[in-house]
C-alpha cells in the first residue's frame, strides 16, 4: 500500500509485481484475470448495473489490445460522458481504442475496424517477409520471423511484437541500403505488430433489434470480430421500452399490460450458420464459464458472439445484489448458460455444450421477485396469470431445444 500511495508509477510495479505474471495464474482463470489491472477503472451507470463488470473483465483480459466499436445505448453513455472516459492505459500506454456508433450501424462500424487492420497488417506482413530475404542482425531476423509465425496468436503476438520493437532501433544502426528502408517502414508501422482485439459491444435494442441487420450481415462474412451483447432485455437507455429481447409477461413500456410474445433466441439464431462462435453467459451464475467463453471467443478465428445478462434497475430489484439476481436466473430456468464452438467439430464433437445444471430453483417464484413481473399481478391478474403459464411453458420448450442439441 506504500509502494501504491508514492504515485502512478510505483503503482504500476505494484501491480505488475502480482501473481498475475505468474505462469500457475493464467488470465484465463477466476484468480488470474483479477489479479490483472482494469483499464476500464469507473462509470456513470446506475449502481449495481450489470452491463460494466463484464466491461471491466474484457479489459482485463483483452484491454492492451483492443478495439471498441461501441453501439447508441447505456454503454455508450457510460463509456463516454465527455469530456471523460473510463477507458484508460497501462504503463506502457497501451490501452484499448474506443469509439461510439449509432444503433443501426455499429455492427458495420466494427466491421471496418476489421477490413482496415487486416489490409494494414496484411501489408506489414509482406514488409518483414522482405526483409527476411534481406541481410538482418540474427536476433533481429530471429525475432521477425517468430512474429511472423505468431502474428495471429493474440498475446502470443503481443510478445514477439515487444520483441521485435525493443531490436528495431539497434537494427537500424547496423543496417544499410534496402534493408535499412525496409525496418524503418516496419519501424514506423510497429503498433501493428499486436494482433487486435476488435469488439464490438451494445445492449440488445441494438444487438436484437434496430441493428440486426448489422449484427447478421457481419457475422455472415467470417470476419474474425467479437460482439458482445450487453442484455437487459428491454431499452434501458431511453427509458424501458420493450425490445424483441423482452420475455413473455414482462411490464415494459409499450408492453404495459405485460409483453405476450416469447423473447427471440439470437444465438440460436446465429448458430444455424454454423462457423460462428456463440456464447450465453452470466457472471453472477458462473465466472468461470464467463471467462472460458470470453477466452474461446477471442482467440476463435471468425466472428463471435456472447450474449451475457445484465440485471437493470428497470427490473425492479436490489441493485446491490445484481450478480445474485443473475445467479437466481440461472437455477430458476429462466437463462441458461452455453457455448458453441465450431472448431469442436474438426475434432469430431458436439460444438453445443450446455454449461448450465438443471434448474433447482421456481421459475414463477424467480419472476416475482421483480417488479416488472410482479406488476402485472396486481395490475391484470388474470392476464398475469395467463401469461406467466405462458412464461413458464416458453422457459422449458427453450430448455429442451438446448438438451437437444446438447445431446445430438
Not at 502474428?151 to 532501433?169: C, F, I, M, N, P
Not at 505488430?193 to 444487438?207: E, Q, T, V
Request: a negative charge; one cysteine or more.
Amino acid at each position: 500500500l506504500d509502494q501504491v500511495m508514492e504515485g502512478e508509477d510505483a503503482f504500476f510495479r505494484f501491480a505488475e509485481s502480482l501473481p498475475e505474471y505468474d505462469s500457475g495464474h493464467p488470465k484465463s482463470t477466476i484468480r488470474g484475470s483479477q489479479f490483472s489491472l482494469p483499464l476500464f477503472e469507473y462509470s456513470g451507470a446506475c449502481a449495481g448495473c450489470g452491463q460494466t463488470p463484464y466491461l471491466k473483465l474484457l479489459t482485463q483480459l483483452f484491454g492492451n489490445r483492443m478495439l471498441i466499436a461501441n453501439a447508441t445505448g447505456c454503454s455508450s453513455i457510460y463509456s463516454g460522458n465527455s469530456p471523460t472516459t473510463p477507458y484508460c492505459t497501462d504503463r506502457r500506454g497501451r490501452g484499448p481504442a474506443w469509439a461510439s456508433s449509432l444503433f443501426e450501424d455499429n455492427a458495420e462500424y466494427g466491421y471496418g475496424y476489421f477490413l482496415a487492420v487486416a489490409q494494414l497488417r496484411k501489408r506489414l506482413a509482406g514488409l518483414v517477409e522482405e526483409a527476411l530475404s534481406l541481410e538482418l542482425p540474427a536476433a533481429l531476423r530471429e525475432a521477425l520471423a517468430l512474429w511472423l509465425k505468431v502474428k495471429e496468436e493474440g498475446d502470443l503476438s503481443l510478445k514477439a511484437a515487444e520483441r521485435v520493437k525493443d531490436l528495431l532501433e539497434t537494427g537500424l544502426e547496423h543496417t544499410f541500403g534496402e534493408s535499412k528502408a525496409l525496418l524503418k517502414a516496419i519501424d514506423e508501422n510497429k503498433d501493428l505488430l499486436p494482433k487486435r482485439s476488435i469488439w464490438i459491444i451494445g445492449g440488445d435494442g441494438w444487438a436484437y433489434d434496430i441493428g440486426f441487420g448489422g449484427v447478421d450481415h457481419v457475422v455472415s462474412t467470417g470476419a474474425d470480430v467479437n460482439l458482445l451483447v450487453l442484455d437487459t432485455e428491454v431499452y434501458s437507455n431511453t427509458g424501458g421500452q420493450s425490445s424483441k429481447a423482452t420475455p413473455t409477461a414482462a411490464v415494459a413500456k409499450f408492453a404495459a399490460a405485460g409483453k405476450n410474445t416469447r423473447k427471440k433466441d439470437l444465438g440460436a439464431m446465429m448458430m444455424t450458420y454454423g462457423y460462428v462462435y456463440v456464447a450465453q453467459v452470466a457472471m453472477g451464475a458462473s465466472g468461470q464459464q464467463l471467462l472460458r467463453a470470453f477466452t474461446e471467443a477471442e482467440a476463435y478465428p471468425g466472428p463471435s458472439l456472447i450474449i451475457a445478462y445484465a440485471p437493470c434497475i428497470a427490473h425492479g430489484i436490489n441493485m446491490g445484489r445484481s450478480q445474485r439476481e443473475e445467479k437466481l436466473a440461472v437455477e430458476a430456468g429462466y437463462w441458461s448458460l452455453y457455448r458453441y464452438n465450431p472448431l469442436l467439430v474438426e475434432e469430431g464433437k458436439n460444438p453445443f455444450i450446455l454449461d448450465s445444471k438443471e434448474p433447482g430453483g421456481d421459475l414463477r417464484s424467480f419472476m416475482l421477485s421483480e417488479t416488472r413481473f410482479k406488476t402485472l399481478m396486481h395490475q391484470f391478474p388474470e392476464r398475469a396469470e395467463k401469461l406467466f403459464k405462458k412464461a413458464e411453458e416458453d422457459a422449458a420448450e427453450r430448455l429442451a431445444f438446448y438438451r437437444r442439441l446438447a445431446d445430438s
